[in-house]
């Protein structure tokens, strides 16, 4: 049986070769989109524990770069009260807290830059909506479809786009402040335009649209399944259980009219298959 340290916003058990960490009775919305989290001891390659606000103390992780897709994505932009590596704790538990956060110190193999990604990236199908337009992703392709109230009129003389994550090099997400923010594929061989209003590989974010536990979550899980240009994700492994979410999942997208229902039974078929 894991040992477990409980906070308000996470759950952290610790267990022989990886931290699992789980969303607390008021999480994020982020952390709660992220679920349930496994990360290796070879993907940490700091601990700190330092006292909070109002009685508390606070035990971080810090994970290699390159190891988690969500933190590569974010690029440094979370703010701290969104960081998925933090855990807050009552003071009384700082004792407790202290003796963990040596057991993960002792367990750090490298503090090296990973190679590949050492955490699962956020599962697929995923999608969100943006200012100017709707995003979904498969596993292999990304698709934005334009709003005719938002988009440019570069944009929507361009048409609803269609992506092969093999021809993509990389994903830039900014993050949704003060109504704007925005998330770019950086298509290989591709010049794109500076302006993301004006780049059929970008969308807007503003005024509640691509907020971050959405957009942030759909970036990670394409820059994990980008096969050259960056870490390569570990392979995934499906149990049937795992299957009949995904399927739900992709319901909801088509229910949302965010995929056809031709997408909806190609890919459930696709789903099926892996079982």
């Known amino acids: ?107 750090i193999t490298s503090r090296e830059p990973a190679e590949r990604f050492l955490v699962a990236a956020p599962p697929v ?38 992506f092969r994550v093999a021809d993509l090099e990389g994903v830039e997400w900014h993050a949704p402040v003060r109504a704007s923010g925005s998330l770019r594929l950086k298509v290989r061989d591709r010049v794109a335009p500076s302006d993301p209003n004006d780049d059929p590989a970008s969308l807007v974010f503003g005024l509640g649209w691509g907020v971050t536990h959405k957009s942030l979550p759909f970036a990670a899980a394409i820059l994990a399944a980008i096969p050259a240009g960056g870490p390569k994700p570990l392979a995934p492994r499906h149990t049937a259980a795992e299957i009949t979410e995904l399927i739900a999942k992709l ?3 088509r229910d949302a009219g965010l995929l056809s229902p031709e997408e909806f039974q190609a890919k459930k078929a696709e789903l099926l298959s892996r079982m």
């Open 1 to 107: 049986m894991e040992d477990v340290l409980a906070g308000s916003e996470s759950v952290w058990g610790f267990e022989s070769d990886a931290l699992r960490i789980r969303p607390g009775p008021k999480a994020s919305k982020l952390l709660a989109e992220l679920g349930e989290r496994v990360v290796p001891h070879s993907a940490i390659a700091g601990v700190s524990l330092a006292h909070g606000r109002r009685g508390t103390v606070v035990l971080r992780v810090t994970p290699r770069r390159g190891a988690d897709p969500v933190i590569s994505a974010a690029a440094g932009q979370l703010a701290e009260v969104l960081d998925p590596y933090r855990l807050v704790l009552p003071a009384d538990k700082e004792t407790l807290a202290d003796y963990y956060a040596d057991e993960l110190r002792s367990a």
């Open 125 to 162: 199908p995923r999608g969100f909506k943006a200012w100017d337009g709707a995003a979904t992703f498969d596993g292999e392709h990304v698709t934005f479809t334009w709003f005719w109230s938002g988009a440019s009129t570069a944009k929507y003389s361009a048409g609803d786009q269609r």
């Open 251 to 253: 319901g909801e997208l």
